[in-house]
């Protein structure tokens, strides 16, 4: 089983800011199959980034993901007042599919 | 447009048999090489991916869930549901469904349903 582990767990930031999530891979699963999730209270999670670093269709291109083997990034250039919520990366190559832990962006 | 629709009892007694189901709407759940999932998320916790059937009725599950999970596909209804069986506390959670080509990204979510176990 992969395990992601994600940091920091909390992120204060304000409106205008950068903002960069790491995610990193227990092992190199050898794949391009990792994704972002955005998730608010009370829905579900909304993919963002799939395949690395391909934006899913509505995401604005604020948000952008990158990496390789073991280590990758969310960068959201530019926070907005709706980007404060949790984000999950998630492996979703061979079962079973795994998740980090999160992290949330709170406003500073 | 696909949407996916949860369904269920929101309480269950411990030691009982949690039952879902997810409706599916927009596009027929036999047509397409498409994978049937359900994941679950406890308060305040990460997302856990709990298994799925493929449509020819193939399933896979999770490991840690493997013993106490059954998915079923049910055509003439467009639905596939998840029993597990011998609920704890710990069961507890909002249940999501979730639908995808075999290593497309998870973009067709259910709303999710909260089962909360206890007596």
């Not at chain 1, 089983?1 to 227990?26: D, F, M």
């Not at chain 2, 990204?105 to 007596?119: E, I, N």
Request: neutral net charge.
């Amino acid at each position: 089983e992969i395990v992601l582990t994600q940091s920091p767990g909390t992120l204060s930031l304000s409106p205008g800011e950068r903002a960069t999530l790491s995610c990193r891979a227990s092992q190199d699963f050898g794949s391009p199959y990792l994704a972002w999730f955005q998730q608010k209270p009370g829905q579900a999670p909304r993919l963002l980034i799939y395949d690395i670093s391909s934006r899913a269709a509505g995401i604005p291109d604020r948000f952008s993901g990158s990496g390789s083997g073991t280590d990758f990034t969310l960068t959201i250039s530019r926070l907005e007042p709706a980007d404060f919520a949790v984000y999950y990366c998630q492996h979703y190559s061979s079962p079973p599919i795994t998740f980090g832990q999160g992290t949330r962006l709170e406003i500073k | 447009q696909v949407q996916l629709q949860e369904s269920g009892p929101g309480l269950v007694k411990p030691s009982q048999t949690l039952s879902l189901t997810c409706t599916v709407s927009g596009a027929s759940i036999s047509s397409g090489n498409y994978y049937l999932n359900w994941f679950r998320q406890p308060a305040g916790k990460e997302l856990e991916w709990i298994g799925r059937i493929h449509t020819d009725g193939s399933a896979r599950y999770n490991p840690s869930l493997a013993s106490r999970v059954t998915m079923s596909i049910h055509t003439s209804e467009n639905q596939f549901s998840l029993k597990l069986n011998s609920v704890t506390a710990a069961d507890t959670a909002v249940y999501y469904c979730a639908r995808r080509k075999y290593l497309d990204p998870f973009d067709q979510w259910g709303q999710g349903t909260l089962v909360t176990v206890s007596s």
